[in-house]
């Protein structure tokens, strides 16, 4: 597969890649990099907005806004068009060694998004629902809060918290309760560990190898690889699909200190295969 170059070394944390079907753009976020952007691919335009800290995952809504998770374990909903700020909700507010990480909508229109240990190191980071104004709190012992992906048809929620090096499975029901089922990838033979993932329609996954430099798809039912794509970027953080018919995988990465490669790239490969969307935060 070819892999195109979308936007050269642009970041240095470039991380959770989201399509906004509506108004055809992809927007992701550079987190230490504290800046948010979107491309134009009609034009192949970047358009980059300062944060005033580390922003971790922006999503669309279904108003004129995107929800992000900032530094200080808040989200706040931030207008399209005057850029003005409004708090939804904070988490973890005692916590000083911890930040958002992940964020993403599920198929119900509610923002689930992780906090991780700043040291990498301890679980001292937990995974929150927000539904409207409501946040509650779904796991905990997490060190490094990464990917998620919803089945829909089998009711099944894919999660990754990086350290364990598994991908893990669990039921969900329509208040985004979970209860784990067991483990879908194990990446224990794998360069790097898992970061951010993506699913295609026909069910499987697409995960990011952090330190790993690649893509691999996995049929999560039986555990088992089907292909991989290599980049030429050894931190690999996450991807998604857009374009017109989703079947344009972006992929979002991360610099790597001393190192010539071409990590804080974003790229894009055209594939032939069906991703699932991106959904939008339902404002209350
Ligand atoms: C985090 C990084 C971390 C990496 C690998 C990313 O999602 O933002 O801080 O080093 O995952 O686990
Ligand atoms: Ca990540």
């Not at 104004?133 to 990754?160: C, E, H, P, R």
């Amino acid at each position: 597969m070819k892999i195109e170059i979308v936007a050269k070394k642009i970041n240095i944390l470039g991380e959770g890649p989201t399509w906004d079907e509506k108004n055809r753009r992809l927007y992701w976020v550079d987190i230490t990099g504290k800046r948010f952007y979107y491309l134009d691919p009609d034009n192949e335009r970047v358009e980059v907005f300062p944060a005033l800290g580390m922003i971790s995952s922006i999503v669309t809504t279904n108003k004129e806004n995107i929800l992000a998770a900032t530094e200080d374990h808040s989200l706040y909903l931030i207008d399209n068009k005057t850029g003005m700020h409004s708090l939804v909700t904070t988490v973890e507010s005692e916590r000083m060694n911890t930040r958002f990480n992940d964020g993403k909508v599920d198929p119900f229109g509610r923002y689930v998004a992780g906090t991780m240990d700043m040291q990498e190191k301890n679980p001292i980071g937990s995974l929150y629902v927000l539904s409207g104004n409501d946040v509650k709190k779904i796991l905990g012992n997490l060190t490094i809060s990464n990917g998620m992906a919803w089945d829909v048809k089998n009711q099944v929620f894919y999660y990754i918290d990086s350290p364990t090096k598994k991908v893990n499975k669990y039921y969900f029901d329509k208040n985004m309760n979970i209860e784990l089922i067991g483990t879908a990838i194990d990446f224990k033979h794998e360069i790097g560990v898992p970061d951010g993932m993506s699913i295609d329609l026909e069910g499987n996954l697409w995960v990011a190898h952090w330190g790993g430099g690649k893509i691999s798809i996995w049929n999560p039912n039986k555990g088992r690889k089907i292909d991989q794509i290599s980049f030429p970027a050894e931190n690999i953080t996450s991807c998604t699909f857009g374009g017109d018919g989703l079947t344009d995988l972006y992929v979002t990465s991360a610099a790597n200190k001393g190192s010539s490669d071409l990590g804080g790239t974003l790229f894009r490969v055209r594939t032939d295969i069906q991703g699932s969307k991106s959904f939008s935060f339902l404002v209350s």
